[in-house]
């Protein structure tokens, strides 16, 4: 199953309008992974020419945001997807254009039956950045929660 990638970029640009602003582009969108890309702009980098850690983690945080959305479109009529906390490691400092892939740790259909039983479940979503170069910059790891509407 694909999600197409407009229906998650477009959900993404208007919930989160940073999206847009930042320049964030949508490369691959499935259930079960989404690559996003951060061109390389001057006015985002920091004080060692790569691009700010803030941008680092705002990229990687929509990648799993997107994933979030593609995995749990049925259930979103019923919950909204929160993330919970999130862990990141740099790892080198990033060089150019970055690009995150985040992939969610537990199959969908184990924290869709959590919602189900009437539990608020949290999961983890990977994210792992890599540059201009091809190597790993950055790993991340986002928890997300669905919280029931009520």
Known sequence: MTTEPSWVAA???QTVPWVGTAGIEFVEVTPDRVVVRLPDDPALRNHVGGPHAAM???????????VTLAAFAPALERATPLPVR????????????????AQPARPAGEVLA?????S?????????????EGGETTRMTVVWTLRPHR
């Open 11 to 13: 959900t993404m640009q």
């Open 120 to 132: 608020r479940p949290e999961f983890d979503v990977r994210v792992t950045v890599t540059d201009a």
């Open 114 to 118: 959590e919602l189900e039983a009437g």
């Open 86 to 101: 999130s862990e990141i490691a740099y790892r080198r400092v990033a060089r150019g254009t970055l690009t995150a892939v």
């Open 56 to 66: 680092i983690f705002g990229l990687g945080e929509t990648a799993s945001g997107a």
